[in-house]
């Protein structure tokens, strides 16, 4: 008897402890999988733009400061394309375990759609948005050599301008439409791809105003190679606190640049908690603010609830004021 009851005994610690060595090990007892922990390796946060960029620098910087609370590596992967449409679409098709991300630029939502098809448009539908970063504002500036010192002499030109934007469907054409649309003012507007070509035209007065990012333009602005004539801020920016807003000129032209960190749609609480503490911990470093500082950014440090609300709520704004003033940003 005692020998039956001992090897009974001895077969239910025997299973218990299986069950139990398996429940530790992640493994599948009763049909139901543990769940795993999060982050179970490294984070991919992908960019839609080239290295180099306002848009990369923004994203190495963050995910330099991510990358210790999480407790992974967190390296950046350039994905250029369609100003940033083709790796945001890829990143939102993948599964939302929150080891991928993507850094948006508002434009991306707020501005392309006008200049593409339905079916090119990125809509923050597809994203677990996470948090706001910062705020990049454009600026028009003039050569020295046009004499253009501030918007009236743009008005009142008796010569037919060139005006540089930094690409089709961007920010920096939305603005510079708008105010010369406002104003009645005509000219011949040329399309770069990117800041840095648009500057240098006008550097070189092959065109006679361009409108580029702040962080782009301040250098020269400094160097009294260009002039600034007006920004297209709500409210004066900090590092140019002279100039006047297009806003305060008499012109309604509300057109920053912001950008996000987003996830695919779907994220479980569990990993979005603990990748919006690694934000904000990361944006609360000093050596964050002083990369802000340095590359003249206005921290935006919003919820994701927050840009999603925004950011749908300029697209409105910017497709009233495309439609109000007939512009096209197609390139036609």
């Known amino acids: 008897m005692y020998n039956r009851m001992t090897r009974r005994t001895l077969l239910a610690l025997s299973a218990t402890g299986a069950v139990l060595a398996l429940s530790a090990c992640g ?28 848009t990369d620098l923004i994203a190495r910087a963050t995910a330099d400061g991510m990358g210790e609370p999480l407790g992974v590596a967190i390296p950046v992967v350039n994905k250029p394309g369609a100003n940033g449409a083709l790796a945001t679409k890829e990143v ?26 339905d079916d090119e448009a990125v809509s923050l539908d597809d994203l677990d948005v996470l948090m706001g970063l910062s705020q990049d504002d454009y600026v028009m500036v003039a050569s020295t050599k046009s004499g253009i010192k501030n918007f009236d002499d743009i008005k009142n030109s008796s010569k037919k301008l060139s005006f540089g934007t930094t690409g089709v469907g961007t920010g920096s054409q939305l603005a510079q439409e708008l105010i010369l649309a406002q104003a009645h003012v005509e000219g011949t507007t040329v399309p770069f791809d990117s800041g840095s070509p648009a500057l240098t035209a006008v550097m070189g007065d092959q065109v006679q105003v361009s409108t580029v990012q702040l962080g782009e333009a301040k250098p020269q602005i400094d160097a009294g ?33 912001y950008r996000a960190i987003a996830a695919p749609k779907g994220l479980n609480e569990e990993a979005k908690d603990s990748l919006v503490a690694s934000i904000k911990e990361a944006a609360s470093t000093d ?20 840009v999603t609300t925004e950011w749908n709520a300029l697209a409105k704004k910017y497709k009233e004021l495309t439609d109000e003033y007939d512009i096209s940003l197609a390139g036609n």
Not at 47 to 54: E, I, K, L, N, T
Not at 225 to 249: G, H, M, Q, Y
């Open 27 to 54: 493994g599948n007892v009763g049909g139901n999988s543990a769940p795993s922990e999060f982050p179970s390796g490294p984070i991919t946060l992908t960019v839609g733009q080239a290295p180099g960029g306002s």
């Open 92 to 117: 939102a098709a993948m599964k939302p375990d929150g080891q991928n991300l993507i850094l948006l630029n508002a434009s991306l939502i707020t501005i392309t759609p006008f200049a593409v098809s």
């Open 225 to 257: 190679t260009v002039t600034p004539v007006v920004v297209f801020s709500k409210e004066r920016n900090s590092f140019l606190p002279d100039v006047p807003t297009a806003i305060e000129s008499g012109y309604e032209v509300p057109v920053s640049q």
């Open 287 to 306: 050596a964050y603010k002083s990369f802000n500082e340095k590359n003249l950014l206005t921290p935006n440090e919003i919820s994701g609830e927050e």
